[in-house]
């Protein structure tokens, strides 16, 4: 089965700052990869997604990139702020199962 | 505002108790998930309903059991369950089984004394 992996688990930055999570997938056949963002007491929230037939994807301050021939694909959120603190979740899939990484704690210091 | 209602959002339980969480959501998806998570760990997929019918089952031990009683409802019934089983139990929506993104709900956070 797919086998996600994503560094780091903690990420700490100074408001204004810059974030950047890693994840990489082991399913050539994964088509599909979301990122979520769930804050305390609350559920995954999706914030944004790419298929694998495109390399970038932008929406504001969030971006995420993929490489398909190195199985890897990337997070960045520019401009942080104190209300991105959350644990965020990348994910890959080919059909209805979502194969998630271990998730990275992102702390956004005031 | 999340589109996936799920109620109650705490339930506390004895192991010999019977109980239920509840799903809803009105986006026309035709596709619903039951997940359960654990502190600090990502959601782990139990069922899979596709058009009302139960499509996948992530061998779930059978003191769960889950329903779909039309397109707009998820149910999932509780019973015997073990002190393990206390989670957060997420549902998700999607436009059809396979289907991508799938929308989650705020959970119900469960415990069992």
């Known amino acids: 089965g797919e086998n996600v992996e994503q560094h780091p688990s903690t990420l700490s930055v100074q408001e204004g700052d810059s974030a950047v999570i890693k994840c990489t997938y082991s399913?050539?056949?994964?088509?599909?990869f979301p990122w979520y963002k769930q804050e305390l007491g609350k559920g995954p929230q999706l914030i944004i997604d790419?298929?694998?037939?495109?390399g970038e994807k932008k929406d504001q301050r969030i971006a995420v990139t993929l490489n398909k021939t190195a199985k890897h694909f990337s997070l960045h959120i520019t401009e942080t702020q104190p209300e991105d603190s959350a644990v965020y979740f990348c994910?890959?899939?080919?059909?209805?199962?979502?194969?998630f990484g271990a998730g990275t704690t992102v702390t956004v210091r005031a | 505002d999340t589109e996936v209602t799920q109620t109650p959002k705490h339930l506390v339980m004895g192991m010999t108790n019977k109980k239920s969480l509840k799903c809803e959501q009105h986006?026309?998806?035709?596709?619903m998930y039951w997940y359960k998570q654990k502190a600090k760990k990502p959601p782990e997929l139990m069922f899979v309903y596709s058009y009302e019918k139960l499509s996948i089952n992530e061998s779930v031990p059978s003191r769960f059991s889950p329903e779909c009683p039309n397109s707009s409802l998820l149910n999932l019934h509780l019973h015997a369950l073990q002190p393990e089983d206390s989670a957060l139990y997420l549902c998700?929506?999607?436009?059809?089984?396979?289907?991508?993104?799938?929308?989650f709900g705020d959970g119900t956070r469960l415990s069992i004394l």
């Open positions: 399913d050539s056949a994964s088509n599909y």
């Open positions: 994910a890959a899939s080919n059909d209805y199962k979502l194969s």
């Open positions: 790419i298929r694998s037939n495109v």
């Open positions: 998700a929506s999607s436009s059809y089984a396979g289907g991508q993104p799938q929308h």
């Open positions: 986006m026309g998806h035709r596709a």
